[in-house]
C-alpha cells in the first residue's frame, strides 16, 4: 500500500502559479505511476496530468497543456505538479493518484486504473 499527501494549494489570481506537491510513503515509489486528478465544483472528476513510473513519459488533458507540468523523484518519494498562468476554471480539488499495476514506461490514463487516492487539496483562481 502506499499512502498520498498532498500540499501547496492555495488561492491565486488568474495568470498566476502554483506548485503542488504529493508525498508518497509504504511500497517503493517506483513500483507506481503517478497523476493527478481534479474536480471542480459540480463537476466530474477528471485527469489532468500523468506520470509513468520511469518518469519519461507523461499525459496532460487538453486543457492544461502548455500551462501545468508533472514530474516525480523516484529518490524523494514525491510527485510534483507545476501550475502556470492560471485560469478561474482552473479551481478545483485536486488529487494525487497512484496505480499499482502501470507498465515501467507509459503513463496510466484511465480513472478505473488508479488504485490509491489523496485526501486533495484546494486550488482556487481569482479573477
Known amino acids: 500500500q502506499v499512502q498520498l499527501v498532498e500540499s501547496g494549494g492555495g488561492l491565486v489570481q488568474a495568470g498566476g502559479s502554483l506548485r503542488l506537491s504529493c508525498a508518497a510513503s509504504?511500497?517503493?515509489?517506483?513500483?507506481?505511476?503517478m497523476g493527478w486528478f481534479r474536480q471542480g465544483p459540480g463537476k466530474e472528476r477528471d485527469i489532468v496530468a500523468a506520470i509513468s513510473r520511469s518518469g519519461l513519459s507523461t499525459y496532460y488533458a487538453e486543457s492544461v497543456k502548455g500551462r501545468f507540468t508533472i514530474s516525480r523523484d523516484n529518490a524523494k518519494n514525491t510527485v510534483n505538479l507545476q501550475m502556470n498562468s492560471l485560469k478561474p476554471e482552473d479551481t478545483a480539488v485536486y488529487y494525487c493518484?497512484?496505480?499499482?499495476?502501470?507498465?515501467?514506461?507509459?503513463?496510466?490514463?484511465?480513472?478505473?486504473?488508479?488504485?490509491?487516492w489523496g485526501q486533495g487539496t484546494q486550488v482556487t483562481v481569482s479573477s
Open positions: 493518484v497512484a496505480d499499482a499495476h502501470a507498465s515501467f514506461t507509459v503513463p496510466t490514463t484511465t480513472t478505473p486504473a488508479y488504485d490509491y
Open positions: 509504504g511500497r517503493t515509489f517506483s513500483y507506481y505511476a
